[in-house]
């Protein structure tokens, strides 16, 4: 009887230490038939907005400026895979000089899928390999940059994407501890990318992500709840509950500010369109600022979510736990250019969440 208890015993701890991802059927199984990557020859031809759905990887383009929308890959049709844990938890969405990359995996090994023309889509990697999980991307002077915890690190690009360097974080903490990294990178001095996660530790690179260094953001936004980050105006602003940090010097120290958004903070967006930083709740009201310092209202009727936008001005809208893009050519007035097929009957079709947005030059469509 003893014998049969230690063995039960052995068994449900075993049972405790296998990661909870690893023990859910449902997830969608890593597809074999997407080509390896590190043919891309981006050639900047013609401009694009892209949108990524939050769940299943389904990516809609646009080559008539936000007009009108087709859709160019989807990895799961799966509505139980990618909530938070999955192999196509989408976590990020990027762009730089030609490349669109999309970027998904949280508690599994990240899956990074990128192009040059919107159109076809293959792995950025070019060898199968097991890349960093993803709780936030970005990109800038042809590199691109996801970044995960304390344990899993940040892994940047080469210039062609096709190879992928994971950057330790443990001697920069010094003892500290961090989860839930969010990134970003602004044009200031060449470029600068910014990773933040808990506990308000700052990473940030001067050199393109050869090397990087370490700073705080001050006490008094928590120590969880970093949301978005921008750039704009040679700023950078990292969103929180109540407050906002501002660094005026690249990621090396930082000011807090209120922005008097109210309500839950979760899945705020954060954007820098017409010259101003957007920060936007969930469900309703936003406030607008310059400086990332002094924040206002922004006007009656501006939809929730993420913003990005082209030079020619036009603005592409989405958001989480929103089923459609909206569009606007001044800011103002907003049209809705997609709504997912089948209206409310497809409300809970969570592969049709357009979550995440970019725009940029790729190459002209093969005929």
Known sequence: MMKKCVTILVVYLLALSIPAFAQNPKFAPVRTDIPMGGSLSPRQEEP??????????????????????????LATDSREDGGWHGNYAVYGMAYTEGVIGVFSGWGTPGIYIGSDDGETWSHLNKEPAKLGSAWGATGGKGIMLTAADQWRGITSSSVTHANWKKHSLRELLNGGKTHHIICGFGDYKGGRFLAIGDNRQVFFSQDLCKTWKHGRIPEGVGDRGQQAIAFGNNIFVCSFQEKV?????????????????????????LSFVNGEFWLTGRRSGGRRSKDGATWNALPSGTPTG???QSPNGTIINVA???????????????????????????AKDVTWDTAFAVYGKVNKAAK
């Open 48 to 73: 694009v907005f892209a949108v990524c759905s939050k769940q299943g990887m389904r990516i809609l383009v646009s080559r008539d400026d936000g007009k009108t929308w087709k859709q160019t890959f």
């Open 245 to 269: 940090a501002r660094s005026l010097d690249g990621g090396m120290t930082w000011t807090l500010h209120d922005h008097g958004l109210k309500g839950s903070a979760a899945w705020r967006g």
């Open 306 to 308: 993420r913003f990005v």
């Open 320 to 346: 989480r736990f929103r089923y459609d893009i909206k569009r606007s050519t001044d800011g103002k007035s907003w049209e809705t250019v997609f709504t997912a097929p089948g209206g409310k009957a497809k």
